[in-house]
């Protein structure tokens, strides 16, 4: 377990110069947007410079700042309306056991997941949703969407394409985080 980090043994520029790349590319791979991933952790570090005399950081830096990076990025794409279902408000708000580092990586990979899935087109997503989320059958999903069976199999074959293709630098993040920790 990680000890709480004092300023007396890491300055906020050494935590800064640490950090920031790593957690530019956490932010980067769920809002998709460079500037936007930079002005993310640039907010990170602001706030922790603000709240400086206040912040209490039990887990360890790292994981916070991992956390609460993938957050603020969750919320940018949620304000920019590129999330629009009901779970992201449960995404967001989760609040995970800091010293349980499968449920971390497990959240991290759920709110990937979910960010994936939003990106997904209307027509594709809905047919995916209802088919995963919902449990409907193929048959079931082609009556109330009025089209075809095969129609519905190819929208959830590409889903899964798209899903591993978008979700295969989940590896990478979590590797990053353990090598943070």
């Not at 890491?10 to 500037?35: K, M, T």
Request: aromatic share 12%; proline share 2%; charged share 25%.
């Amino acid at each position: 377990m990680s000890q709480p980090i004092s300023r007396d043994q890491i300055s906020f520029e050494d935590l800064f110069r640490q950090h920031y790349s790593a957690l530019c590319r956490i932010a980067f791979y769920v809002v998709e947007d460079e500037e936007a991933a930079k002005d993310i952790v640039q907010d990170f570090f602001l706030y922790c410079w603000n709240k400086k005399d206040e912040l209490v950081i039990n887990v360890g830096f790292p994981g916070y700042a991992a956390r609460s990076v993938k957050n603020a990025s969750l919320n940018y794409i949620k304000r920019a309306g590129r999330i629009s279902f009901e779970m992201t408000d449960e995404l967001v708000e989760t609040v995970a056991d800091p010293t349980d580092e499968s449920s971390e990586n497990e959240e991290i990979r759920n709110a990937a997941l979910w960010a994936a899935i939003s990106r997904l087109p209307q027509q594709r997503r809905t047919v995916f949703l209802l088919s995963n989320r919902d449990g409907l059958k193929y048959a079931d999903i082609a009556a109330q969407l009025d089209i075809s069976i095969n129609t519905v199999k190819t929208h959830i074959k590409l889903a899964y394409q798209y899903l591993r293709k978008e979700c295969g630098w989940l590896v990478r993040v979590i590797s990053i985080l353990f090598f943070l920790k």
